[in-house]
């Protein structure tokens, strides 16, 4: 069994990757450690809480992480993925967040990692104010991961909530430079441009049309929280013939490894100081400073197998 950690600000494509990673029967959810990012920590507690009774996993611990980034302040995304964060479906029956266990997400982090020493992917798709508080209270941790999976990020300068940075990035830039500096694991990297504009890993329309209608229960949930994101992506002027989201591939990569299809080790940092380019990853690609590769930049996946994994995981 592969055992994983999923470290989430559970807006929709968070509660994407938490489903195909609950349903992958080669893999073990050790636990979801929650930050804040698309919405505030305690919500996020609740979007996790949530999706888990859908699935009837409310036995996967739930710890909550940091409520703000390092440095800088909450900054919003509802815009993207509602004021709760999964699409503002209503929900009759929400789960206590006495759920919630009392530890708190870094220590549960380091103590995961001393009772699995070399054998947890911990899957980031959030900003990682937690893994960089989890590295300054012990500088081994990183070292007894199996590898650190992120999803955040840019390649090429293209940005998301600012003209050049990624959301993960540019909502705790100071813990995205710690963690790509501070971790010695093998770390990949899905990052933005990859995950929204590449031909190569986007899932054409009519068979996410196909996805969405997945009549079961799963099915259901998972295109009710989507339903409004899917629209306004049909409609949006930047159109294209694919359907793109973004965590879900973080949790591929570290499930699936096999579906990975090309890669490019680089030297990676991020701006913290620009004047305009705060946030934003940089890349070493001619290896200019002489550095070894920190970042393994994923380019490619087997869209076939990205596809069956959501039916896997929603019939
Ligand atoms: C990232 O930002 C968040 O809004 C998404 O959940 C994803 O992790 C994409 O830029
Ligand atoms: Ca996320």
Same mark, same amino acid.
């Given at each position: 069994?592969k055992?994983?950690?999923l470290?989430?600000?559970?807006?929709?494509?968070d509660?994407?990757?938490i489903?195909?990673?609950?349903?992958?029967?080669? !893999?073990q959810v050790?636990?979801? *450690?929650c930050?804040s990012g698309? +919405?505030?920590?305690?919500q996020?507690?609740r979007n996790? =809480? %949530?999706?888990?009774?859908?699935f009837?996993?409310l036995?996967v611990?739930?710890y909550?992480?940091?409520d703000?980034?390092i440095l800088?302040?909450?900054?919003?995304?509802?815009?993207w993925?509602?004021q709760?964060g999964?699409?503002?479906?209503?929900d009759?029956?929400p789960?206590?967040?006495?759920?919630v266990?009392?530890?708190h997400?870094?220590?549960?982090?380091?103590?995961?990692?001393k009772?699995?020493?070399?054998?947890i992917?911990? !899957?980031?798709m959030?900003?990682? *104010?937690?893994?960089?508080?989890a +590295?300054?209270?012990?500088?081994?941790?990183?070292?007894? =991961? %199996?590898?650190?999976v992120?999803?955040g990020?840019?390649i090429n300068a293209?940005?998301?909530?600012t003209?050049t940075?990624?959301?993960?990035f540019?909502?705790?830039?100071?813990?995205a430079?710690?963690?790509?500096?501070?971790?010695?694991?093998?770390?990949?990297?899905i990052?933005?441009?990859?995950?929204?504009f590449?031909p190569?890993?986007?899932i054409p329309?009519?068979?996410?049309?196909?996805?969405m209608?997945i009549p079961?229960?799963r099915?259901k949930?998972?295109s009710?929280?989507?339903a409004?994101?899917?629209?306004?992506?049909?409609a949006a002027k930047t159109?294209?013939?694919?359907?793109?989201t973004?965590?879900p591939?973080?949790?591929?990569?570290?499930?699936?490894?096999?579906?990975?299809?090309?890669?490019?080790?680089?030297?990676?940092?991020?701006e913290?100081?620009?004047?305009v380019?705060?946030?934003?990853?940089?890349c070493?690609?001619r290896?200019?400073?002489?550095k070894?590769?920190?970042?393994?930049?994923?380019?490619?996946?087997?869209?076939?197998?990205a596809?069956?994994?959501f039916?896997?995981a929603?019939?």
């Open positions: 069994n055992l994983v950690v470290d989430v600000d559970c807006g929709q494509d509660a994407q990757a489903m195909l990673a609950l349903t992958r029967p080669n !893999v050790l636990g979801i *450690t930050v698309n +919405v505030g920590v305690h996020v507690c996790v =809480l %949530r999706i888990l009774k859908v009837g996993r036995d611990p739930v909550r992480g940091a703000v980034p800088g302040t909450h900054m919003d995304c509802s815009h993925h509602g709760d999964l699409g503002d479906v209503p009759p029956d789960p206590s967040l006495e759920l266990q009392s530890e997400a870094v220590t549960a982090l380091l103590r995961l990692s009772e699995h020493p070399g054998e992917s911990l !899957v980031a959030a900003p990682l *104010t937690n893994l960089a508080l +590295v300054r209270m012990d500088p081994e941790f990183p070292a007894r =991961l %199996r590898e650190l992120i999803m990020g840019n293209r940005g998301r909530v003209p940075a990624e959301f993960n540019a909502y705790d830039s100071e813990a430079h710690m963690v790509l500096s501070g971790y010695p694991c093998p770390v990949s990297d990052p933005y441009e990859v995950c929204r590449s190569d890993c986007g329309w009519d068979e996410w049309d196909k996805i209608a079961t229960e099915g949930f998972h009710a929280i989507l409004a994101s899917t629209a306004r992506e049909k159109h294209t013939p694919l359907y793109h973004c965590d591939y973080a949790l591929m990569v570290a499930a699936r490894p096999d579906i990975v299809m090309e890669t490019e080790d680089v030297y990676a940092t991020v913290l100081r620009g004047e380019t705060r946030g934003q990853m940089v070493d690609y290896g200019l400073w002489k070894e590769p920190n970042l393994r930049v994923v380019k490619k996946l087997d869209m076939k197998a596809i069956q994994m039916w896997d929603l019939q």
